[in-house]
């Protein structure tokens, strides 16, 4: 039965009751009799009907919609503020025309459960979009699922396909790997890696890449080559530091996020090696900074603010059941690398 109005008619209540319109309508003007009977009857039973009506509608396909409030959670970590500037970026373009607000909230790893739990239930979001490392998890995604809210997941494909969310998501090994070999084509054979943090998905996808790429071209991929850092700008001025030390030294870095790649920059500098004269650098996501850089940063462009627009499209549209979509990366030249070839 579809309502069209927010008041049900006697009709609709007739129809969920199984009592007769004539009986809810009220007593007719011309019938005396019906004068007569006790005024309680009526009253009682619309509001019987309405109750049953209420009952029906919210057990039914309407049930999440009636129970949900208009608003799209983007939920994150609190730690990469480029890329959630650019996937803030991509919702709020997406919802401009849309009923939907758009709310933001920092939720740590360690306590991303309970926290997510009472968030749901307190506000009773229509979506949720994850970002990395939260996207990773299953037990967040099957959170939202008990509560009836889209669940989308940003990052690289976990590919559980159990899992109660859509994910967005690109081949960050493959990406990787083009990233490495390309290096290679530029003539540098000895390449280090700053690693994100092993409790990043995407993180292990990006080493693995230069992994791959390293031992099918037969080249040197030792321990003394690859400095774990944790995504941050200082972590990449320490990583720097220490592939700098090593001989003989690298004549590329390549860093798990463009943040990383600016504090090998930033270490560079501060140890008298040119870039990209003396050293080649790039990094991963293309956020603003990689712009901002002198010189500026060739990177692996992640399309975060496109999986943005595309997540809160598809929360806007129900957000239930939409398959999985990839999203390509490209590689982005600028200054920071020198052929040697």
Known sequence: MTITNARADTDDIASVSGLRTRNLAGPADDDARACEEPRVRSPSAIERAAIALETQLRA????????RNPLLALIHEGLDRDILAEVHAGLSYALADSELALVL?????DAAAPRLRAFLKRYRPAGIVLLPSLADRDDLAALCSAEQAACIGIGPRKGNLAAARQELFCDERGAAVRMTVWLIEQGHSRIGFVAGPESLLSARERELGYLDAMA?????????????????????????????????RPSAILASNDEMALGVLHAAAQMGVTVPADLSVAGFDDTALARRALPPLTTMRIPWSNMGRQAARTIAQGGHSAPDMHFETELVVRGSVASLS
Do not use: C, T, Y
């Open 216 to 248: 099918d071209k037969g080249l040197d991929r030792g321990p003394a080559l690859i400095v774990a850092g944790d995504n941050s700008f200082a972590s990449g001025i320490e990583a720097g530091r220490l592939l700098l030390e090593i001989s003989p």
């Open 60 to 67: 039914g396909p309407l049930a999440p919609a009636l129970r």
């Open 105 to 109: 909230q920092v939720i740590p790893a």
